[in-house]
């Protein structure tokens, strides 16, 4: 496929992210069911890897793994009623069993809450058991009507981590939104990309939440992407399904939850945050192959070439560096390069015949395709040293960008003209009031983000619709 140019990017980003998965070999969404797609093995790492990351994350914060069933009966569905209305139109139903009509219809999985309610009120009787901390990664389903975007909008959306969290009380419900929030600050920032916090207004809020709090990151064609979410769920699905504990004092009270996702769009943000002309830049911690080696061939010189390409990787390895030594004969070094370059490796080692003589190799980095010279017995140190300056470049030209793209406007023309033209993410004074609201995304043709929870400023001005006196900064956008 022709390479699709970087300043061309804003009309073509569809077809450089496709180009990308498929030629990558990250994923191949051209499997028969639409909405569904498969991992190829390159891909595959990658995602091990930031399963990997999440995990930690989580486990080093006092969360346990689980895995629920997939199928969820129709009747514990129905118990919370907002949840419920919110997904009936997305739901998968199993209605037969081989040849037997069932009598209670299945769900897919749109999402957990109603699957792990039954058995939350099995497992808790006291104020000792909690609070209690799990997640688990998983596939959800969903019947998607509008048209599905790799890793995006899916009918099967993959490797989706969901944490379920109960409490005794409101103020250990807020504490944990407020762990959880660091959590994913945490994980963003180790794939190097940038995000806008923003509580969803209440008719964009999860379903059955008392509040959500979103991800957002701007993508190269000004659209929003919604990396991940954060909601307190107060007592809501608790009353539903009557999840009480015993207090200290022998009464009995509900529990307060809290939940939070995140998918495969995380993949998708960093993919559109690094990458270039050349194909994927994959940060190191995310890179299933930190270094690759490279041989320049000379005849004269073959075999102490190929010598040092193997004591240069070997060195590598012993370091816990994730490395490929690439010595197929049938590609030129250009070949390997390309090859290599659109996969996103971050660090490429080059070494010919001038090297070997002055026992030097050629280090490359993937992001911004410099060169420089290494003494052979130095390279461990120089490639820790440059993925570590790498990692901290990337992350920085991320959060330059994204705040390139927010855009803060006292007019309401000026933020309808800005988003037609997918200028990024526009903030406006706002009342507060949900008319205003609705009015707000009708007359820009946009998505009402919500309230940053990532400003400390306080607003002065009048809300762009009403022209009343402004509550607060509204955040508006183009979104997928």
Same mark, same amino acid.
């Given at each position: 496929?022709?390479?699709?140019?970087?300043?061309?990017?804003?009309?073509?980003?569809?077809?450089?992210?496709?180009?990308?998965?498929?030629?990558?070999?990250?994923? *191949?969404?051209?499997?028969?069911?639409?909405?569904?797609?498969?991992?190829?093995?390159?891909?595959?790492?990658?995602?091990?890897?930031?399963?990997?990351?999440?995990?930690?994350?989580?486990?080093?914060?006092?969360?346990? #793994?689980?895995?629920?069933?997939?199928? %969820?009966?129709?009747?514990?569905?129905?118990?919370?009623? #907002?949840?419920?209305?919110?997904?009936?139109?997305?739901?998968?139903?199993?209605?037969?069993?081989?040849?037997?009509?069932?009598? %209670?219809?299945?769900?897919?999985?749109?999402?957990?809450?109603?699957?792990?309610?039954?058995?939350?009120?099995?497992?808790?009787?006291?104020? @000792?058991?909690?609070?209690?901390?799990?997640?688990? %990664?998983?596939?959800?389903?969903?019947?998607?009507?509008?048209? &599905?975007?790799?890793?995006?909008?899916?009918?099967?959306?993959?490797?989706?981590?969901?944490?379920? &969290?109960?409490?005794?009380?409101?103020?250990?419900?807020?504490?944990?939104?407020?762990e959880a929030v660091e959590i994913y600050k945490k994980f963003f920032? &180790?794939?190097?990309?940038?995000?806008?916090?923003?509580?969803?207004? #209440?008719?964009?809020?999860?379903?059955?939440?008392?509040?959500?709090?979103?991800? *957002?990151?701007?993508?190269? *064609?000004?659209?929003?992407?919604?990396?991940?979410?954060?909601?307190?769920?107060?007592?809501?699905? @608790?009353?539903?399904?009557?999840?009480?504990? #015993?207090?200290?004092?022998?009464?009995?009270?509900?529990?307060?939850?809290?939940?939070?996702?995140?998918?495969?769009?995380?993949?998708?943000?960093?993919?559109? @945050?690094?990458?270039?002309?050349?194909?994927?830049?994959?940060?190191?911690?995310? +890179?299933?192959?930190?270094?690759?080696? %490279?041989?320049?061939?000379?005849?004269?010189?073959?075999?102490?070439?190929?010598? +040092?390409?193997?004591? &240069?990787?070997?060195?590598?390895?012993?370091?816990?560096?994730?490395?490929?030594?690439?010595?197929?004969?049938?590609?030129?070094?250009?070949?390997?390069?390309?090859?290599?370059?659109?996969?996103?490796?971050?660090?490429?080692?080059?070494?010919?015949?001038?090297?070997?003589?002055?026992?030097?190799?050629?280090?490359?980095?993937?992001?911004?395709?410099?060169?420089?010279?290494?003494? @052979?017995?130095?390279?461990?140190?120089?490639?820790?040293?440059?993925?570590?300056?790498?990692?901290?470049?990337?992350?920085?030209?991320?959060?330059?960008?994204?705040?390139?793209?927010?855009?803060?406007?006292?007019?309401?023309?000026?933020?309808?003209?800005?988003?037609?033209?997918?200028?990024?993410?526009?903030?406006?004074?706002?009342?507060?009031?949900?008319?205003?609201?609705?009015?707000?995304?009708?007359?820009?043709?946009?998505?009402?983000?919500?309230?940053?929870?990532?400003?400390?400023?306080?607003?002065?001005?009048?809300?762009?619709?009403?022209?009343?006196?402004?509550?607060?900064?509204?955040?508006? +956008?183009?979104?997928?």
């Amino acid at each position: 496929m022709p390479a699709i140019k970087r300043e061309q990017w804003r009309r073509h980003f569809g077809k450089w992210f496709r180009h990308i998965l498929i030629d990558a070999g990250i994923m *191949d969404y051209r499997y028969p069911i639409k909405g569904m797609a498969v991992w190829m093995p390159y891909g595959f790492k990658v995602r091990q890897n930031l399963l990997r990351v999440i995990r930690d994350l989580l486990d080093k914060t006092g969360h346990q #793994e689980v895995r629920f069933p997939l199928l %969820i009966p129709e009747t514990s569905l129905a118990k919370e009623a #907002e949840h419920m209305k919110s997904f009936e139109g997305q739901v998968f139903w199993v209605t037969r069993g081989g040849l037997t009509p069932l009598e %209670i219809k299945y769900a897919l999985r749109p999402t957990s809450e109603a699957a792990i309610a039954p058995m939350l009120k099995l497992w808790i009787r006291s104020h @000792a058991d909690l609070p209690i901390k799990l997640y688990q %990664i998983v596939n959800v389903f969903r019947y998607e009507t509008r048209a &599905t975007r790799p890793l995006i909008r899916m009918r099967e959306v993959d490797n989706f981590k969901e944490a379920h &969290t109960s409490h005794a009380t409101l103020e250990e419900a807020e504490a944990q939104v407020k762990e959880a929030v660091e959590i994913y600050k945490k994980f963003f920032d &180790t794939m190097a990309t940038s995000y806008k916090m923003s509580k969803r207004p #209440e008719w964009d809020k999860f379903p059955g939440a008392v509040y959500s709090i979103a991800f *957002d990151q701007i993508m190269p *064609d000004g659209r929003i992407l919604q990396s991940g979410t954060v909601h307190n769920l107060g007592q809501n699905f @608790a009353k539903a399904f009557d999840i009480t504990y #015993e207090t200290e004092k022998g009464d009995r009270k509900h529990i307060w939850q809290t939940c939070y996702g995140l998918s495969g769009r995380p993949l998708v943000g960093m993919l559109a @945050a690094h990458g270039d002309d050349n194909g994927a830049v994959l940060p190191p911690e995310i +890179a299933p192959i930190q270094v690759v080696v %490279i041989p320049i061939p000379s005849k004269e010189m073959e075999k102490q070439i190929t010598k +040092a390409c193997q004591d &240069t990787a070997s060195k590598l390895s012993k370091s816990n560096i994730s490395v490929e030594l690439d010595l197929r004969p049938d590609l030129t070094p250009g070949a390997k390069y390309y090859y290599w370059e659109l996969r996103g490796v971050p660090i490429r080692i080059e070494i010919g015949p001038r090297d070997v003589k002055q026992e030097e190799v050629t280090v490359v980095r993937r992001d911004t395709l410099e060169k420089q010279m290494c003494k @052979a017995d130095k390279i461990v140190g120089v490639v820790k040293k440059t993925m570590e300056i790498m990692t901290n470049d990337m992350r920085e030209k991320a959060w330059k960008w994204m705040n390139e793209h927010v855009y803060r406007v006292d007019k309401l023309e000026q933020a309808n003209r800005l988003l037609k033209k997918r200028a990024g993410i526009v903030e406006v004074a706002w009342c507060g009031s949900e008319d205003c609201g609705h009015k707000l995304e009708e007359e820009v043709n946009a998505r009402v983000l919500g309230t940053p929870v990532d400003l400390k400023e306080k607003l002065v001005g009048n809300c762009v619709v009403c022209g009343k006196k402004a509550k607060d900064i509204v955040r508006v +956008a183009v979104a997928y």
